[in-house]
């Protein structure tokens, strides 16, 4: 009875060791980012007008696409504290296997907002590579789940 509550146990321990591994890291995925302060006013002020023009500006979630039959290809959470003055620019770009097609993008805010907008830079639906870009509002950080499924 004591060595089958131990293989039991055993079983469960690996199953929960797997189950906790980072989906981003799978090897069909390959994830980079970049992170840019603007402090200057005039980078601050160009960045502002940029931002104007997007038309998701007032969106704090993003939300692209359907899940479908698709699996999850990557599922990362990005978080930035708030730094006084300064726009938080984050890239993250998701890079797939060629054979692998996009099918949805969600972008979800996690916790009280701060006032951050998620948008698409580059790539997107049906193809297998994606950029996106959280900018922070001014002297505000940000925390963001982003998770991408497909085929």
Partial sequence: MKSLLLVVLLAAAASAAIVSQDIAEAPEAVVTYESIMYSDDAEVAEIE??????????????????????????????????IANTI?????????????????????????SQNATP??????????FVTIRITSARG?????????YGR
Avoid: M
């Fill in 119 to 128: 948008s698409i830079v580059s790539g997107g639906l049906n193809r297998n």
């Fill in 49 to 82: 007008a940029a931002s104007r023009s997007v038309e998701i500006e007032t969106r704090r979630n993003l939300s692209v696409g359907t899940i479908g039959n698709s699996r999850l290809l990557a599922n990362t959470q990005h978080i930035r504290g708030a």
């Fill in 140 to 148: 505000r950080g940000f925390n963001y789940r982003i998770q991408i």
């Fill in 88 to 112: 938080l620019v984050h890239n993250a770009t998701f890079n797939f296997a060629s054979s692998i097609r996009i099918a949805a993008i969600r972008v979800t805010r996690v916790g009280a």
